[in-house]
C-alpha cells in the first residue's frame, strides 16, 4: 500500500513539474498561414506592386490563389511581407508573431533560371541577435527577364550555418512554415 501511495505521489509531482508555465524555453509551435502578401513599393513614387497567395481553406482542399506581378527594370523596391492565418475566428495576424520570435524565423527569396540575374535582394531587418528576418527587404530590379519567385519561411533554421545569413537556403535546416512560388516578369 505505501508503494502504491509514493507511485502515486511520483506520478502527480512529475504532472505538475513537466507543465510549468513558467518554462523559459517553451515549444514554439509552426504557424498556420493561409494568407501571403508582399507589397513592393518603387523608390521615388509609382504603383506597388502586390504579389499575393491566398489558401483561406488551408493545406487540401480547394487549390490556392496565387497572383505575381510585374516589376520596372533599373528601380528599386522596399518589399514588405503580411502573413495571416485566415482560418482563425478573427484572423489572426503572423507578421506580428514572426516578428517576436524573429531569432526563430527566417524568408529566404530564390528565382527560377528565367529571373537568374534579374534582380538584387536584401534584408533591412534583423532579430534579436543581429541576424536577417525578411519581413522587410530591398529589392533592386536589374535585367529584365520572366519566371518564379520563391519565398520561403522557415522555421528554426540555423541562422549561423553558413550562407544562412546571406540568405542561401541551402545549409538552413528547420522546417517550412510556407513556401510560395509567384510569377514575375520584369520589364
Not at 495571416?84 to 484572423?91: C, F, T
Not at 534579436?128 to 519561411?153: C, D, M, Q, W, Y
Amino acid at each position: 500500500m505505501k508503494l502504491t501511495k509514493y507511485a502515486w505521489l511520483l506520478l502527480v509531482s512529475f504532472f505538475i513539474f513537466s507543465c510549468n508555465p513558467d518554462d523559459p524555453d517553451p515549444i514554439n509551435e509552426e504557424e498556420v498561414i493561409t494568407r501571403v502578401t508582399y507589397q513592393l513599393t518603387p523608390v521615388g513614387g509609382g504603383a506597388n506592386v502586390n504579389l499575393n497567395f491566398s489558401d483561406p481553406d488551408g493545406d487540401g482542399g480547394t487549390a490556392p490563389v496565387i497572383t505575381g506581378g510585374t516589376l520596372a527594370a533599373g528601380k528599386t523596391y522596399t518589399g514588405k511581407l503580411t502573413l495571416l492565418n485566415e482560418a482563425a475566428n478573427p484572423d489572426e495576424d503572423i507578421t506580428t508573431e514572426i516578428e517576436e520570435e524573429g531569432v526563430d524565423h527566417q524568408f529566404f527569396f530564390s528565382v527560377s533560371s528565367g529571373l537568374d540575374g534579374a534582380f538584387e535582394l536584401a534584408y533591412t531587418d534583423a532579430d534579436a541577435k543581429g541576424n536577417p528576418i525578411g519581413l522587410t527587404t530591398e529589392l533592386t530590379t536589374v535585367k529584365a527577364g520572366s519566371g518564379t519567385f520563391r519565398i520561403t519561411l522557415r522555421h528554426l533554421p540555423n541562422k549561423t550555418a553558413s550562407g544562412v545569413k546571406n540568405g542561401d537556403i541551402t545549409n538552413a535546416g528547420g522546417e517550412t512554415d510556407v513556401e510560395v512560388d509567384f510569377p514575375v516578369t520584369v520589364l
